[in-house]
């Protein structure tokens, strides 16, 4: 069974930074390509970044140029370092893995963490 566990989410201003960690137990994260979504309220969780096999990422539009996914094989964590945050970065920000070769679905995501909230203010 793999178990996710994020944390490092907090209060903060517009054009601060947060590092997100996802740490995997159970098997070794880089067995899965791992993703970070969100979920505005109201919203639909929506993709963020992934990270596969061999360091390839992807990021949304909206984040691209200001996050940064990355994984540590000998903590067996992945981490989202957000930069430059904006209002609309506020959201319970969630770690996922899929065996899929790359996803920016959710569906396509077996395991998922309990979240961890970031509120930027302004």
């Known amino acids: 069974q793999v178990q996710l566990v994020e944390s490092g989410g907090g209060l903060v201003q517009a054009g601060d930074s947060l590092r997100l960690s996802c740490a995997v137990s159970?098997?070794?994260?880089?067995?899965?390509?791992m993703g970070w979504f969100r979920q505005a309220p109201g919203k639909e969780r929506e993709f963020v970044a992934n990270?596969?096999?061999?360091?390839?990422?992807v990021y949304a539009d909206s984040v691209k140029g200001r996050f940064s996914i990355s994984g540590d094989n000998s903590r067996n964590t992945v981490f989202l370092q957000m930069n430059m945050l904006k209002r609309d970065d506020t959201a319970v920000y969630y770690c996922g893995a899929t065996t899929y070769y790359s996803s920016r679905n959710m569906r396509d995501y077996v395991y998922w963490g309990q979240g961890t909230q970031v509120t930027v203010s302004t």
């Open positions: 990270i596969r096999m061999g360091g390839v990422t």
């Open positions: 159970g098997r070794a994260f880089s067995e899965y390509t």
